[in-house]
């Protein structure tokens, strides 16, 4: 391991906390992770020290604003090796950016037999956005089946492209699963038809290194707050050339070069889709958690959850016939998301007592209904690592795990 995690978690005031008297073990990352005290300190700073709308002032504390604020598209160029800060659109999220491809893209390119092929794994937000496209526009979906052991089945991705897809739409890592799928060939394949490729890097871009040059994605979707970053903002990274075509997603302030009573044209990129003040705090903020990836390199983070992974697949695994692991097997395949049914014990219970352990992870179906109902199951618990996790907090779920076996064990058994 090449950084030093237990000075990395005192980076984290949170990491400190006491829930239910127990110490904190935060294992929801996949939903959302902890913020380090220098992305908080940026936020501090901003509010207290220039707080400015941007791109429009002409006084001091504007132009600082704007400065930072400009810094941070930079930032996140530099982290996915895009080739320009005019591909980088600052969105809420992740569900945002996808939406903005689905609108701005989609309707001037999809129509009535067109398809557009997706996942079994995707989140909703990689779903629901190309339902309501393709309802409007009479195209049709089509799904790459999940197989048994949590991978996509790549040889059926092969034959579900062809000159009828527009665009191949896939998660570069399950939010539920952990895999990790081989997107590279993906995009190889969609090209291979004359289909565009969106990767929903929502997991993968906080998790592993990105380059979207390498990938050769045409647009990449994540989320600030998945990657020690505030809540409320996402990227979208498109093809420049792509992004020039399309037209706005939202129109208003910042994003016209002029309005007239009945026209207006069009900011340059990648302005032209940051319609309104923008959330000036949270990406300045989201630049020092870019900033804080950066220094671990994204390689190291990788290389300390693929350990943890492992670690916790074979703690995990030795609880017995009772617990029932979803998806890839070995760590090489998966990020670090354990989704898992445990005793017969529902989900939630099996949250909630792990809660009073001091444990917090996720249960449900973590808005991937249409992989669970392949899984056979209604809801799912999941534990899911990052940066600052360890083999010690592992071995506090597994006993709280085995803690709530023997309280429920009875009550399951009889019922
Ligand atoms: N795509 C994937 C693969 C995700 O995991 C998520 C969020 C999203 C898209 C949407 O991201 P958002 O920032 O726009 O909400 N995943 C989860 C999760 O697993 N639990 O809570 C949110």
Redesign the pocket.
Known sequence: MSYDVAAVRRDFPILSRVVHGKPLVYL?N???SQKPRQVIDALVKYYTEYNANIHRGVYLLSQEATEVYEQAREKVAKFINSPGFESIIFT???????NLVAYAWGRGNISAGDEIVLSGM?????MVPWQLLAKERGATLRFVEVLDDGTLNIEQLYSLINGRTKLVAM?Q????LGTITPVEEIVRAAHDQGALCLI????SAAHLPVDVQQLGCDFF?F?A??MLGP?GV?VLYGRRELLEEMPPFLGGGDMIMSVSLREATWNDLPYKFEAGTPNIADVIAFGEAVDYLARLGMKNVRQHEKELTAYALAALGELGPDIRIFGPRHAEQKGG?ISFEYGGIHPHDLGTALDYEGVAI?AGH???QPLMERLGVPATA?A?FYLYNTKEEVDVLVSALKKARAYFGDAVRTA
């Open positions: 929801d996949a939903a959302t809420r999220n992740t569900t945002e950016a996808i995707e989140h909703h937000s990689n998660t890592m399950s939010n539920v929903d890097g929502a997991q979707a989320s707050h998945k809540t996402g998301v996720r973590h808005c991937a999941r899911s």
